[in-house]
Each structure stands twice: as structure tokens, then as C-alpha cells.
């Protein structure tokens, strides 16, 4: 039965000197301010977050749950898996700003798994995870793993 999930945002002012808000409706993030320096830079300096620090963080959980599937699946469940998505945006090859890819990393404990055979349930798991898959043909996706 598919499910619907929903945040909320808020703006004040134009796009270069404008403020905002993102809140989400279970609770887990309410009132994170948004700035398009933020965006722009990415240094946290502002404690601001921005549309794609957001979407690195969907992503970077999408794909853990995906792997630990695969991991369990594969006859060595995880310990533990640390997982780390950055998203690049910037200027596309077409004209205008957007986001041009999604750096999977992983860290992985499990015993009984190999390094190979992680990094090919960690590829399959960045190439069907559910966030991958809606961002798949626009967004460039890698992924890196590895055992601890």
C-alpha cells in the first residue's frame, strides 16, 4: 500500500538575500532554516541546510536500507553500516543550476562478507534503491565500500 510523506517550507525575500524554513510533518526536523548560501557555498557556517543536504540525506538512508537487505539476504547481516551520501549541486552543461550527482560511501561491518561480494550488493543496492531510482537518467550515482 503506498504511503504519502510530507515537509513543509517556508521563504521570506528574493533568492540571493531570502531566508526560509523546512519543516518535516512527523517531527523529526522542524524549522531548519534554508538560505540560497547555503545552497550555493555548503559550508554549515550558517547552521542553514539546504534542499540537497536533505536529498544526501534521503538518499544516504534509502541506500543503507537497500544494502542491509541485500547484506542480510546474502547470508551475513550487518552489524553495522555507515553510510555517507554527498550531492554536488552547481551549474549544469545546459545553462542553470542543479544537482548533477550522489556519492554513495559505505562502510561496512558484516562478517562473513567479502570485500567483492560488498561492493557488488552495494552497487546493486545504488542502482535500486528507491531515492536512486527516482533520481536515475538526471543524476549522476557512484558508490564506494568497504569493510571494517
Known sequence: MPTT???NATWQGDLQT???????KSGALRQAATSWKERTEGTGAEGATSPEELLAAAH?????????ARVAKAGAPA???EVSAKVTFGPLPGGGNGVSSSALSVRASAPGLTAEKLRELA???AKNCPLSKALEGNV?????SALV
Open 123 to 125: 552497487e546493486d543496492a
Open 79 to 81: 552489524t553495522k553500516l
Open 5 to 7: 510523506h510530507e515537509a
Open 18 to 24: 531570502g531566508k526560509g524554513t523546512v519543516s518535516l
Open 140 to 144: 549522476a550515482i557512484s558508490v564506494q
Open 60 to 68: 544516504a538512508s534509502c541506500f543503507s536500507m537497500a544494502l542491509s
